[in-house]
């Protein structure tokens, strides 16, 4: 079935406030009415109200990078979802193989955090990835399905309108080696057959399925012809708005 596409960029730790403002603009001047699919971008939090304010009156919406499983209290350095929402997020990151690999974060507080989210109103990009290691080991699947189903268990069937996977390989991830278009469509079909297999086929068949890993102009309309490729998690090319609008229309 036809899945509208969802292409985001994920600034990580760049751009000050000065440099996001200047970089959403242009964003917002190449992409006046891209109707055929979702654009969001993700700034650093202290640049999310500049940013969403920049975009103000364009299609493009704005998430953050991350969030905690509480609205507030004494969780020095968090934030919260709410306040997500009140800076002008729509959107919020949550599993990315950094947060995973560098922060420690499990699959259990992966999955609160992603229930928390939802509940709250925020829409989520839930990210999932084998490394290298366990790709040569032969466990990407074994990885992909633990990720899934401890990932999504306990998610009410009704929030799944407001969730996509981003299928991001950590190898693939700000080395400049990207998937083959048949690695990602097999990635992605593995991926959708474990959403069909847990949730049934109406999800399978919704749930947008982002590839994430050294996305870039010259290679996104590829990558896009896989018939289960449903967008793009785009890291380093976000930051320069003619790349990431590349990106963009060889999504639609």
């Not at 364009?58 to 209290?73: A, D, F, L, R, T």
């Not at 929030?159 to 991001?168: L, S, V």
Request: charged share 20%.
């Amino acid at each position: 079935m036809s899945r509208r596409p969802l292409v985001a960029g994920n600034w990580k730790l760049n751009h000050l406030i000065g440099a996001s403002i200047e970089t959403a603009s242009s964003v917002k001047g190449l992409l006046t009415a891209p109707s055929a699919l979702d654009i969001v971008v993700c700034p650093v939090f202290t640049a999310l109200q500049s940013v969403a304010e920049t975009l103000q009156g364009s299609p493009i919406e704005v998430g953050g990078q991350n969030c905690y499983v509480k609205e507030s209290g004494a969780f020095t350095g968090e934030v919260s979802p709410q306040m997500l929402l009140d800076a002008g997020c729509a959107w919020v990151i949550i599993g990315h193989s950094e947060r995973r690999h560098i922060f420690g974060e499990t699959d259990t507080l992966l999955n609160e955090k992603l229930k928390f989210a939802r509940s709250a109103g925020l829409k989520v990009m839930f990210c999932i990835g084998e490394t290298l290691e366990e790709r040569e080991a032969g466990k990407m699947n074994d990885v992909l399905s633990r990720q899934v189903s401890k990932g999504l268990e306990g998610i009410d069937p009704g929030q799944f309108d407001g969730i996509a996977i981003a299928y991001e390989p950590v190898w693939a991830i700000g080395t400049g080696v990207t998937a083959t278009p048949q690695q990602a469509q097999d990635a992605h079909a593995f991926v959708r057959g474990l959403l069909n297999s847990q949730l049934g086929g109406t999800i399978a068949d919704t749930v947008r399925i982002q590839y994430g890993g050294s996305v870039k102009p010259d290679n996104a309309a590829e990558l896009m012809r896989n018939p289960d490729v449903d967008g793009f998690l785009v890291g380093g090319a976000a930051l320069k708005a003619d790349s990431f609008a590349a990106i963009v229309n060889a999504a639609i």
